[in-house]
Nanobody
């Protein structure tokens, strides 16, 4: 059974930090590129960051570049999103997504974790 389980969300003040985790099971984690997406109320889901299957390449949305860091630990089947200098505009539900590195129609999504940035 494929599962992606996000955790680490919560309420944080502007300027604060959070670290999200996404634990994968039920598939060959090392064969998948991994991404974080987010969706705020009334908006489209947007790509935040991507990391390739071996962790050798990362890419970020301009809005989070230099503030967020995506990483992965293939031994633990886990990806992370370190979020620093958080802003109210970062408030959203954050989702992790797995995409097979050769067959990109094979994708899995997690259920999401809420991040709220507010004073």
């Amino acid at each position: 059974q494929v599962q992606l389980v996000e955790s680490g969300g919560g309420l944080v003040q502007p300027g604060g930090s959070l670290k999200l985790s996404c634990v994968a099971s039920g598939f060959t984690f090392s064969a998948f590129d991994m991404s974080w997406y987010r969706q705020a109320p009334g908006t489209e889901r947007e790509l935040v960051a991507t990391i390739t299957s071996a962790g050798s390449y990362t890419n970020y949305a301009d809005s989070v570049k230099d503030r967020f860091t995506i990483s992965r630990d293939n031994a633990k089947n886990t990806i992370y999103l370190q979020m620093n200098t958080l802003k109210p505009d970062d408030t959203a539900v954050y989702y992790c997504k797995a995409t097979h590195k050769w067959v990109n129609r094979i994708t899995f999504w997690g259920q999401g974790t809420q991040v709220t940035v507010s004073s």
